[in-house]
């Protein structure tokens, strides 16, 4: 279902997603293929809005965030309509910040 890199990139997640948090910011709902959504969930304790695996939730999302992904996570209105911070994936849009390999970072809208 992961690869030792998604493995070992979601543990990074885990360690060290808490020193990005600020005031109005605790990343706290990521963008990520629904495929690995489970695992990615149980090791960061970052949810996800789309499983296409046990448990799935969300599966009606699951062609609009693979769009997202393969886009190279272009659309930040997709972020922005789903309240989305974290990224695992590739991406190319300038209103993301790269933390790690792969994790993406986006403020969007203020947290309330």
Known sequence: ?????????????????????????????????????????????VCTISSSMFPSYGYELHTEMETFLQEQCTNTNFLDAYHLSVIYGDAVNTNLTKIHDHVFLYPGLLER
């Open 1 to 45: 279902m992961i690869t030792e890199q998604d493995y070992e990139t979601f543990t990074w997640i885990h360690e060290d997603i808490g020193e990005y948090w600020d005031a109005n910011h605790s990343y706290n709902r990521a963008a990520v293929d629904p495929f690995k959504a489970s695992p990615f969930t149980v090791m960061t304790g």
